[in-house]
Nanobody, 116 residues
């Protein structure tokens, strides 16, 4: 069974850093493009960042560009999101997503709260 499990979230002060991880199992991780999205309660999903299957191509939402870095380790079947210079408006539940052809999987989400 395919599974994505996020970790690394929590409470951090404005200006701080966190690194989210997304551990994949049950499918060929290296064949899948990966995406981070986030959701604030009462609002829709916001796309944050994406990386291709090989890790050589990345993209970011304007709201996080220059502060967040997406990466992946295909040997460890793990996706990362390094978040720096965090702002209160980065507070959300963060989800990782895997997509390849017609196949798509989602993690359960993890809370990130940026507050003093």
């Amino acid at each position: 069974e395919a599974q994505l499990v996020e970790s690394g979230g929590g409470l951090v002060q404005p200006g701080g850093s966190l690194r989210l991880s997304c551990a994949a199992s049950g499918f060929i991780f290296s064949a899948y493009a990966m995406t981070w999205v986030r959701q604030v309660p009462g609002k829709g999903l916001e796309w944050v960042s994406a990386i291709n299957s090989g890790g050589g191509s990345t993209s970011y939402a304007d709201s996080v560009k220059g502060r967040f870095t997406i990466s992946r380790d295909n040997a460890k079947n793990t996706l990362y999101l390094q978040m720096s210079s965090l702002k209160p408006e980065d507070t959300a539940v963060y989800y990782c997503n895997a997509r390849h052809s017609v196949y798509e999987y989602w993690g359960q989400g993890i809370q990130v709260t940026v507050s003093s």
